[in-house]
C-alpha cells in the first residue's frame, strides 16, 4: 500500500535519570538478608524444622531471583523448612494454577529458589477490623511458624497517599489474596489507603510476622536499596514510608510533558498492576481521581503484552490503539477477574485493534489530523518500567541534542511489526 504522507523519524536516545548507586545497593542486599534472618532467631526463637513462609508476589523485582536464594538459602541454613508462598490478588486469575504460571513466567520456581511453592484455592476470614472490614488471611501463613514479607516498594498506579505499594500492601492484598484484594478495593480508589493501613495492621497482630524485606528500583529497573525490618506492624509502616520517600525521587517519567503520540512495546502484570505506569503515561482511568496534570499525551499505542502477564491484560483501556498480536494474547477471563476486582473496569476496556504495529502506528498518526507527520512529537519506549534508552521523533530534536542519529523511520518488519527498540 503507498503511503499519503511521510512517515516521522526517530532517534535513540540514552536519558540520564536519578539513579542510586548500584554497586553499594548489590553490596548492601546480603546485609540485609543477615540481618533480617538474624533478627528472625533472636526474636522468635524458632528450632530446626520451623515453617517459614516467604511472600512473593506478581512485579518483576530487580534482583528479585538473587534475593530469594540468599534468603532461602540462609534460613534452610538454620534448619528451618522454607516455602514461597505466592501473594498476589487477583492475578493469575485468583487460582493456585495461575498464580503459579504468574512466579514461573517471573523466573521463579522451586529450583530456581530453591524452595517449593504451595498455594492452597481460598483465603480464610481471620475477621473484621474496628472499622468493619473483613480481614483475609491465606491459610499456610496462618499456619506457618514464621511469615517473611518480600515487595517493591513504589507509588500506586490508582492513588494518592502516604501508604501505597509496599510491604503494607504485600499484607492486606497479598497474603489477604482474591478475597482480600476485593476487600480493600470495596470503596474505590480513595478508600484503598485506608483500607490497607486498617487491614495490614490486623493482619500483622494475626499472623507469626518475622520481618521483610523492601526493595527500591531506580529509573532504569536496577535495585537501588533493600531495606529490611522486623516483625512489627509499626516496624513494617517505617521502612515502607522510608523507601517511598526514595521510590519518589527515584521513580522514571517521560523527559517531556507534551507529546502528541506515545508508542509502548510492552505491557505487564509484571511490569506494573495497570500494564504500563499511569505516572509515566499521564492517565489514570479511576472514577475518583482526576487525570494526571502531566504529562500530556495525545495518543497511546502498546503493541505487545508481556508473557508474565499470563494473559492478564488489565489496563490496556488506558491505551488509544493497540494490535492484534496483543489482543490474542489476552485471556479476557483473568483480566476480567482482576478488573472486577480492582472496580476500575474501564481499564480493561479492548481499544481498537489494527492488524499489525504499523497499521496501529498509522492510525494514531491519522487521528491527530497533522497536515505533516514528520512534525508529530512522538516518543518510543521499550515499557514503562526501564526509561533509560528511548526513541525520539525528530520533531523533538530541539529537546534531545543528544540524539545518537542517524534520524530514520520507525523499523518495520516484514510482517509490518515493529523490530526491537534497541
Known sequence: MTERRTWPRFAPVTLDHPRAPRVAAARGAPGAVVWL?????????LRTGARVAVTVGSRRLAGLALLLRQLVGLLRA????VFLLPAMGS???AKPSGRREVLAALGVT?????APVRDCARMALVGRTPWGRRVFAHPLALAADAVVLLGRVRSHPSFDGEVQSGLLKMLAVGIGGPEGSAEVHRHGAVGIEPAVIDMSRALARRLPLAGGLATVEDAAGE???VEPCGGRWEEV???????????????PRLPVDDLDLLLVDWMGKDIAGTGMDTRVIGRRRVWEYPEPD?????????FRLTAASAGNANGIGLADFTTARLARDIDWPKTLRNALTTTFTQRAALP???QSDREAVRAALESLHLEDWRRVRALRLSDTRRLDRVWVSEALSADFPGADGPWRPLPFGPDGNLLDLD
Open 294 to 302: 502531566r504529562p500530556r499525551v495525545r495518543r497511546l499505542v502498546v
Open 110 to 114: 522451586p529450583r530456581s529458589a530453591g
Open 237 to 251: 509502616r517505617a521502612v515502607d514510608t522510608r523507601c517511598l520517600a526514595l521510590a519518589r525521587r527515584l521513580e
Open 37 to 45: 534472618v538474624d533478627r528472625l532467631c533472636r526474636r522468635t526463637g
Open 91 to 93: 492475578h493469575g486469575g
Open 223 to 225: 535495585l537501588a536499596a
Open 78 to 81: 538454620r534448619g528451618f523448612d
Open 352 to 354: 481498537p485493534v489494527l
